[in-house]
């Protein structure tokens, strides 16, 4: 407030060495502010481009939406500064008459008249046909293209040399900021980047399930005992899990079943593919172990295909669990089709469950 004070009441010494006349329309007074404002906008723009770039999730919507901010933020800035002049009576139309001493400046107006020194002032901007004098960081005296003489460019840059400079602080905050949107969108290319290069795997899939196979084959009729398998070497090996795989499907799903392909999934679980169509896949999978540990659980599901003839174990259907002995390779039929339901009887005593 003392010096805001000292700028009214202190009067300039010397002779005036330029006068400048600036008329206060309105496109004269929204250019002005841009002029004064421009780091502090671009900063802002800046900003809402990256949080709308974040905000979705680095995506292309996202760098889409982030490069439409950029001249939304000086739009909405134009229209502040047009209803700004709009609404204040000092600033509609009216001449603005500047005085360059040596070391002083006024401004003059109908309204008003001022005495700032050149010390005192915050920062002189100096462009190639303008030139901002800077109060604060936020506010300040600007002089746009054609109203500012070269002589007055000149003297400005020669006797503001040092007021032309930067604060420490401004650049070290313009660097930092500058580094962080770099670092920000480099991020974020890489993360667009790696989304758009993983392919859309839709299909195999218990929990994911890539097709990670040995080849199809079709099952011999099998006897009683676990004699039906595919013949290759990659094929389900003669284990417990394995052979309850091949008693279940002998005592249960022969009759309904018209493949018998073993495959593994991402984690290396095993599982049988018992019926494939354009419809659905149909397969039986290793569960648990049951409650009184005597027994192997097998899930029988059905998982409907898309169009593109993908599926998913998220969608899938429970068609059965089955409990296979492991002493005596007695089996059961839990008859369930949801985990929650109630068992068989047989299946009850089997498993304990």
């Known amino acids: 407030m003392e010096d805001q004070k000292s700028w009214q009441l202190e009067q300039p010494q010397g002779t005036p060495l330029y006068t400048v006349d600036a008329h206060s329309t309105q496109g004269m007074y929204v250019k002005r502010m841009l002029l004064i404002n421009r780091r502090n906008l671009w900063q802002l ?43 204040t009576q000092s600033a509609r139309g009216k001449l603005i008459h500047y005085t360059f001493y040596e070391d002083c400046f006024t401004v003059q107006s109908s309204y008003s008249q001022s005495t700032i020194w050149y010390d005192d002032l915050y920062r002189v901007i100096v462009r190639k046909d303008s030139v901002c004098l800077m109060v604060s960081s936020l506010a300040g005296f600007a002089l746009c293209e054609n109203e500012c003489p070269e002589n007055v460019l000149d003297f400005l840059r020669e006797r503001c040399a040092e007021k032309r400079k930067p604060k420490v602080k401004e650049t070290l905050f313009t660097v930092l900021f500058a580094l962080f949107c770099v670092l920000f969108l480099g991020y974020a290319c890489m993360a667009v980047l790696a989304r758009r290069s993983i392919p859309a795997e839709t299909a195999p899939a218990p929990t994911p399930l890539p097709a990670v196979t040995a080849a199809p084959t079709e099952e011999p009729a099998p006897t009683a005992a676990p004699t039906a398998e595919p013949d290759t070497e990659e094929t389900i090996s003669k284990d417990p899990i394995s052979t309850g795989y091949d008693v279940i ?37 290793y569960d648990r172990d049951s409650a009184n540990g005597s027994c192997a659980l097998y899930v029988y599901e059905r998982c409907p295909k898309d169009a593109n003839g993908g599926w998913s174990r998220q969608e899938s259907q429970i068609l059965n669990i089955y409990a296979y002995h492991y002493r005596d390779g007695a089996t059961a039929a839990s ?3 949801g985990w929650g339901d109630a068992p068989t009887k047989e299946y009850s005593e089997l498993t304990g469950e």
């Open 45 to 87: 723009a800046a900003a809402v481009a990256l949080l709308l770039l974040y905000a979705n999730s680095l995506s292309v919507l996202g760098f889409v939406l982030g490069i439409l901010s950029i001249p939304f933020v000086f739009t909405m800035t134009r229209a502040v500064a047009v209803f700004a002049y709009k609404t």
């Open 249 to 285: 499907y002998e005592t249960y799903l022969k009759e309904t079943s018209t493949t018998y392909e073993f495959k593994l999934t991402a984690k290396g679980e095993d599982y049988i593919i018992l019926n494939d169509t354009d419809d659905a896949v149909e397969f039986l999978q």
């Open 335 to 337: 008859g369930k089709t």
